[in-house]
């Protein structure tokens, strides 16, 4: 009976189970729960189950970011849960760097200015680039919600937000007790009909590496013409979405970030996109 408590072999075992199978297998008994709760354990399990790099520093258990990444909670479960109407799990991506690039039209861009402001950028090509992100593992949801502009129950009209955040956002003070809030980058409007609704977060230093020009070759994962269900798409370094939209007036595209207070890092990224 001895070889069914090794604990190298079932530390081995485990490496194959998903959360939920290894919750249930540290329940059975007191030895199982002591070897399923190692650190190690759950480390494997969310860097496999996310298909993420390791980060150098995390300030959180593994099992509780596990729990955090796969217990089906979104943002707008915290912020406006009124407003919210669907969700639909993209992936997650890594920071390698602490800058980001926000796009709303999926083409490489030619070059990456220095000197131009938010607005200008966002005016001239729809994009902006964000300093001081926090680095390391960011999931990415694509949210559905009742357009802001109004309160009305019988209004139909609807928004679609790329929601992307820090791994260990859900589980900051500074998120949970509301002292932190999503500030707005910029907009940027398109007054004329939209063919669809997209957007991207990407690693600046890895734009251009082979796995994220995945990305903006749109005909593989974007859907045809007459297919309005929402795509997305991630790599190791980026997110990007399209939605389709039949005949319209335009799009307003808003770019939204939340801080670790006031000047610290960015932990979350919203672009939303409205129908004018």
Known sequence: MSGWYEDDLWTEIAKYLDGKSLVKLASTCRWFNQVMMEECIWKFACLRDLQVPYPQVVASKWIHLYASAFNGSHSYMFRQPEKHIDWMRIGAFFFDSPVAFLMEKLILPVRKSQEETTQKMLQSSGSCKLNNIKTGIWIADLQLVRCPVCDLNT???????????????????GYQDGSWEYEVLGSYDIKKHADGASGGIFDV????????????????????????????????????????????????????AMRAGTDGEVVAIRISQQLL
């Not at 609807?158 to 003070?173: G, N, P, V, W, Y």
């Not at 795509?231 to 005949?247: F, P, R, W, Y």
């Open 155 to 173: 209004c139909d009209g609807t928004m679609q937000t790329l929601d992307a955040r820090h791994i260990e956002l859900f589980l900051s003070k």
């Open 205 to 256: 230093k890895h734009i251009r590496d082979p796995s994220t020009s995945e990305v903006f070759d749109l005909k593989p994962w974007v859907g045809k013409a007459d297919d309005w269900q929402p795509k997305a798409i991630v790599t190791l370094h980026g997110v990007a979405v399209n939605t389709n939209l039949q005949e319209n007036e335009g799009l307003q595209i808003k770019y939204h």
